[in-house]
């Protein structure tokens, strides 16, 4: 069991540009969740996709989107980079309908804008 | 809305000692469950332990165990004969327990070093 993976590990972009970050869960897993930490904090809920539907959404604007494709994977996108979205991304997977709702994470994708 | 605080952003300890972590959440929820989080240089968040509000027992993972007391909103980490592996960021979290997966509110986290 390969785990939650994400890609790709790191990447530089430039102000106003768009990114796109990429998830696969975990073997048997059905949610994904977006989390962005910034450095020295924890991280943020920024959304979480089932049955390829946005289910809960954080406090972030319309230039974070997401999707999530019929074998759960899943994609971060973000529009219009601002010096203020370099951080570590992560994506969480778990189940909907497992007794146990544990969350397994990736690695995380460090995103600097510069 | 949810929050959890930790307050402590650094602590050390010597090796094979123990040292508690300490937390406080704010819910207006009666269930949910709360986590220790443990993010080392690799980035990856591993979960340490996890309370469920309605149980009374303070959870335990063997070296692991927190002290959950509900009425005071806190909820701390004891970390027993503490290892070299052991030194991370801890991180306190929160989720409503509404059934199916909901997000997780996380502290701004606390970092551990182990000493020789």
């Known amino acids: 069991d390969a785990g939650v993976t994400q890609s790709p590990t790191h990447l530089i972009k430039t102000r106003g540009q768009q990114v796109t970050l990429r998830c696969s869960p975990k073997?048997?897993?059905?949610?994904v969740s977006w989390y962005q930490q910034a450095l020295g904090q924890g991280p943020q809920f920024i959304f979480q996709y089932y049955e390829e539907e946005e289910r809960q959404r954080g406090n972030f604007p319309d230039r974070f989107s997401g999707h999530q494709f019929p074998n759960y994977s899943s994609e971060l996108n973000v529009n219009a980079l601002l010096l203020g979205d370099s951080a570590l991304y992560l994506c969480?997977?778990?189940?909907?309908?497992?007794?146990?709702?544990?969350?397994?994470f990736g690695q995380g994708t460090r995103l600097t804008v510069v | 809305a949810q929050t959890v605080t930790q307050s402590q952003p650094e602590m050390s300890v010597q090796e094979a000692e123990t040292v508690t972590l300490s937390c406080t959440y704010d819910t207006s929820e009666s269930d949910y469950y709360l986590f220790w989080y443990k993010q080392p240089p690799s980035r990856q968040m591993i979960l340490v332990i996890r309370q469920e509000a309605y149980k009374q027992q303070n959870a335990t993972e063997n070296r692991f165990s927190v002290n959950f007391q509900k009425a005071a909103k806190s909820f701390s980490l004891k970390i027993s004969d503490s290892q070299l592996g052991d030194a991370a960021m801890y991180f306190c979290a929160y989720s409503r327990r509404k059934g199916g997966s909901e997000k997780l509110v996380f502290g701004k986290g606390m970092k551990l070093t182990v000493n020789p």
């Open positions: 969480a997977s778990s189940s909907v309908t497992a007794v146990n709702t544990e969350a397994f």
């Open positions: 073997s048997g897993h059905d949610t």
